[in-house]
């Protein structure tokens, strides 16, 4: 574990576990989380004899609660100052929903040689938030309610949302995880409140379509068919039919929380898409 320190002085933590030789996995977390998220996919790879390395977007878990830089630009250029001073090559670059957003605008970018595959797992692109071009998005006044919820009580929203939507634990039937819930509401507080409002923008607003548009190499979109945080019909879908190299993989009736509810499936399935 350490820190690197990016070009405009902040700080961000990540984790590096496994020999330097084998080859890496670099896993992107959603929000208002951490690397911390990835816990059960960082065992696994680095039993299954990867390398593995996660780190916590800027104002989010151990890493500067910065004020500004909070957008996908600066997120994608924190990566790739990381992947240098890792010396990152041949990386598989693996996001979950705001972290399949900068994967994808991370690995349009990146230095040829960093990047063999990346996988989007209930991501946010190709954007969220409805407009004349989006028809199928979700209102700008559902962002502007998250807002104002972590405005109100950021503590009791951090509460709610794993409670509810993001793992589904409001379905009839489920099987809920305190632990979960609060290992949630753990991640979430660690962070800076100011860049978790401004990350709202950012997941819900930024366009990925020339990001996935531009990618070359093979893709691999997962996505729950109950998700309640990222809308399956206007993301998954769209963001394969973009891609020049992409594959859909649709889960029935799994939720957002996917990595976390069923990491039996998915990371079975991570394995065989790295190994193809």
């Given amino acids: 574990?350490?820190?690197?320190?990016?070009?405009?002085?902040?700080?961000?933590?990540?984790?590096?576990?496994?020999?330097?030789?084998?080859?890496?996995?670099?896993?992107?977390?959603?929000?208002?989380?951490?690397?911390?998220?990835?816990?059960?996919?960082?065992?696994?790879?680095?039993?299954?004899?990867?390398?593995?390395?996660?780190?916590?977007?800027?104002?989010?878990?151990?890493?500067?609660?910065?004020?500004?830089?909070?957008?996908?630009?600066?997120?994608?250029?924190?990566?790739?100052?990381?992947?240098?001073?890792?010396?990152?090559?041949?990386?598989?670059?693996?996001?979950?929903?705001?972290?399949?957003?900068?994967?994808?605008?991370?690995?349009?970018?990146?230095?040829?040689?960093?990047?063999?595959?990346?996988?989007?797992?209930?991501?946010?692109?190709?954007?969220?938030?409805?407009?004349?071009?989006?028809?199928?998005?979700?209102?700008?006044?559902?962002?502007?309610?998250?807002?104002?919820?972590?405005?109100?009580?950021r503590a009791q929203f951090y509460y709610d949302v794993p409670s509810g939507p993001f793992y589904g634990f409001n379905r009839p039937g489920a099987k809920v995880s305190q632990g979960i819930i609060d290992n949630w509401w753990r991640q979430g507080m660690m962070g800076g409140a100011k860049a978790h409002y401004d990350c709202t923008k950012a997941f819900s607003e930024t366009d990925f379509t020339d990001d996935l548009e531009k990618i070359d190499v093979p893709v691999l979109v997962m996505h729950g068919d109950d998700d309640q945080i990222v809308p399956y019909a206007d993301s998954a879908p769209l963001s394969a039919k973009l891609l020049r190299n992409g594959t859909l993989k649709t889960y029935a009736g799994l939720p957002h929380g996917l990595c976390t509810t069923h990491p039996d499936i998915v990371n079975a399935d991570l394995l065989a898409f790295i190994k193809s």
Wanted: aromatic share 10%; no cysteine; glycine share 12%.
């Fill in 1 to 153: 574990m350490g820190f690197i320190t990016t070009k405009d002085g902040t700080e961000i933590f990540y984790k590096d576990w496994g020999s330097k030789d084998a080859q890496p996995i670099v896993f992107h977390h959603g929000w208002p989380l951490s690397a911390d998220d990835w816990d059960d996919q960082m065992l696994f790879f680095l039993h299954n004899g990867y390398r593995v390395i996660a780190h916590d977007r800027r104002g989010h878990g151990r890493s500067t609660q910065s004020d500004t830089g909070n957008e996908m630009d600066t997120y994608a250029a924190d990566v790739a100052e990381l992947a240098e001073a890792l010396d990152l090559k041949n990386a598989v670059h693996i996001g979950h929903s705001t972290g399949g957003g900068e994967v994808a605008h991370y690995v349009a970018r990146a230095k040829s040689g960093r990047v063999a595959k990346a996988v989007l797992i209930g991501a946010v692109p190709p954007i969220m938030v409805k407009s004349a071009k989006n028809p199928g998005g979700l209102p700008i006044e559902v962002f502007d309610g998250f807002r104002a919820a972590l405005v109100a009580n």
